[in-house]
């Protein structure tokens, strides 16, 4: 990109609304995703975030408005066709395969698998290890990445939340992904384990060149890992900047986001 060009949009909503009868849940969103950033989206409980990642996603169809990614119209297509371009979504609660282990968890993700077939089962049993073999190896070095090596035979059910959301980011590297859209990740997650998470999103975004957006509540987490941070209240994006901006905006500090953030950005206690 060259100096003072505006840089690629990944993502571009264009005035998308989502009504739930009268509620307006996702009421007029028109927001950009750069290619290669790890955006913030934060608000208080309520504010539509969730909804506007499941609309993006294709959880939800929108109401109206628009979806763009990479230029190409998306909206309102289903997870799995979005899954195949490179959109991602996790979600505040995992969903795992408990009796599965970690490792085969990994295993299951990508698509189009030769034994999901009859004919292959019966014929292409040889291909069908070959593949498996190169799965199992990828499996593993994702779980190397993550740091969960150790974790690989252990039944998917029995990880504790961090360990879980950090399975389903691992997911997300056994296919091609391009922009991923993460909820809530530091829900119930220790600050040990969320470090771990937040170095495996920047090591993500800076050496394979992922694309973010999370929602998290955790100011801290979002000042270290996101440029921009947009905000959402009420349906609508209420402001957009650096996290230190966000921290400065008397709007959001005294509509949204309470006295705790106003004394931080004043330099007092949390």
């Not at 799995?80 to 299951?108: C, D, W, Y």
């Not at 090596?149 to 950090?166: D, F, I, T, V």
């Not at 399975?167 to 470090?195: I, P, Q, S, Y």
């Not at 973010?212 to 509540?217: K, L, N, S």
Request: net charge negative; with cysteine; charged share 25%.
């Amino acid at each position: 990109m060259k100096s003072g060009e505006a840089p690629e949009q990944m993502i571009v909503v264009e005035d998308l609304h989502r009504h739930f009868g009268g509620f307006r849940a996702v009421d007029g969103v028109s927001l950009e995703i750069a290619t290669g950033s790890i955006t913030g989206l934060i608000g208080p409980n309520g504010a539509g975030k969730s909804t506007l990642f499941n609309v993006i996603a294709g959880v939800l169809p929108p109401t109206s408005g628009r979806v763009t990614m990479d230029g190409e119209d998306i909206t309102g297509l289903a997870p799995h066709q979005l899954f195949h371009k490179g959109l991602l979504r996790t979600f505040q609660i995992a969903h795992e395969f408990p009796s599965l282990t970690v490792r085969e968890n990994l295993m299951v993700v990508p698509a189009a698998q030769s034994g999901e077939t009859l004919w292959n089962a019966w014929f292409r049993r040889a291909a069908i290890r070959a593949e498996e073999a190169a799965l199992r190896e990828r499996a593993d070095e994702v779980l190397e990445f993550l740091t969960i090596g150790h974790l690989a035979e252990e039944r998917a059910g029995n990880l504790s939340g961090g360990q879980k959301k950090l399975l389903e980011l691992g997911r997300t590297m056994m296919v091609e992904a391009k922009v991923v859209f993460l909820d809530e990740v530091g829900a119930g997650v220790n600050r040990t384990l969320l470090n771990t998470i937040g170095d495996a999103i920047v090591r993500l975004n800076r050496e394979r060149g992922y694309t973010f957006c999370v929602i998290e509540h955790d100011m801290d987490f979002i000042a270290r890992l996101c440029d921009p941070v947009i905000v959402m209240a009420e349906g609508k994006v209420l402001a957009r900047g650096s996290a230190a901006q966000i921290m400065q905006n008397e709007a959001v500090i005294e509509a949204y986001l309470g006295t705790g953030l106003k004394n931080r950005a004043k330099g007092g206690a949390a």
